[in-house]
């Protein structure tokens, strides 16, 4: 099993930032990709970032410029800087961890998700 803690939501006002944290913990294996995921009221859920074990990051067009995803590997944790935040920025933030198992088999992992709130 795997737990992905998420932490570093709240209220912010437009223009500001915010710092989200995923920790990851249990029986973790070789990573593919970790990532953050949003869902607004009414929406779907939308990739915000990803990071692949060798480093390389995808943003999506809505956020790009803004957020920054990075991660530190001895504390099995990952990060998403935000600034410039917008009203359209307000989620709920979910953390996502893609690892491989027995059998080469591949398995994602979601943490509880954490509330971004961006208003006046």
């Known amino acids: 099993q795997v737990q992905l803690v998420e932490s570093g939501g709240g209220l912010v006002q437009p223009g500001g930032s915010l710092r989200l944290t995923c920790a990851a913990s249990?029986?973790?294996?070789?990573?593919?990709?970790m990532g953050w995921y949003r869902q607004a009221p009414g929406k779907q859920r939308e990739l915000v970032a990803t990071i692949t074990a060798g480093g390389h990051s995808n943003y999506a067009d809505s956020v790009k410029g803004r957020v920054i995803i990075s991660g530190d590997n001895a504390k099995n944790t990952v990060y998403l800087q935000m600034s410039s935040l917008k009203p359209e920025d307000t989620a709920v933030y979910y953390c996502k961890r893609d690892q491989w198992e027995e059998w080469a088999l591949s398995r994602s992992y979601w943490g509880q998700g954490t509330q971004v709130t961006v208003s006046s």
């Open positions: 249990g029986r973790l294996r070789s990573m593919i990709t």
